[in-house]
Nanobody, 123 residues
Framework: QLQFVESGGDLVQPGGSLRLSCVVSGFRLTYYAIGWFRQAPGKEREGVACISVSDGSTYYADSVKGRFTISRDIAKNVVYLQMNSLKPEDTAVYYC????????????????WGQGTQVTVSS
């Protein structure tokens, strides 16, 4: 059974850092990548970052480039999102999920995801 379990969300001050983790189990999808999207109250879902299962290539939303880094530990089946220089506008529920590989550059469709973890950036 495909499952994504996120953790690491917290309350952090502006300028601070967090690392989100996503344990992936039962992943046997072909032509899919894994990544993170977020959703804030009253806002549309936004793809944040994704990583190819096959070659490790990555894509990022313009809003997080240079601040967030996605990585994977294949042996542990874990995907990480390192978030630095956090801003109040990064506040959202962050979801780990899978998207079609051909949509990695836009991250506009997610077919599978977990329960999410709350990230709040506030002083």
């Amino acid at each position: 059974q495909l499952q994504f379990v996120e953790s690491g969300g917290d309350l952090v001050q502006p300028g601070g850092s967090l690392r989100l983790s996503c344990v992936v189990s039962g992943f046997r999808l072909t032509y899919y990548a894994i990544g993170w999207f977020r959703q804030a109250p009253g806002k549309e879902r936004e793809g944040v970052a994704c990583i190819s299962v096959s070659d490790g290539s990555t894509y990022y939303a313009d809003s997080v480039k240079g601040r967030f880094t996605i990585s994977r530990d294949i042996a542990k089946n874990v995907v990480y999102l390192q978030m630095n220089s956090l801003k109040p506008e990064d506040t959202a529920v962050y979801y780990c999920g899978a998207l079609p590989s051909e949509l990695m550059d836009t991250m506009r469709r997610w077919d599978y995801w977990g329960q999410g973890t709350q990230v709040t950036v506030s002083s």
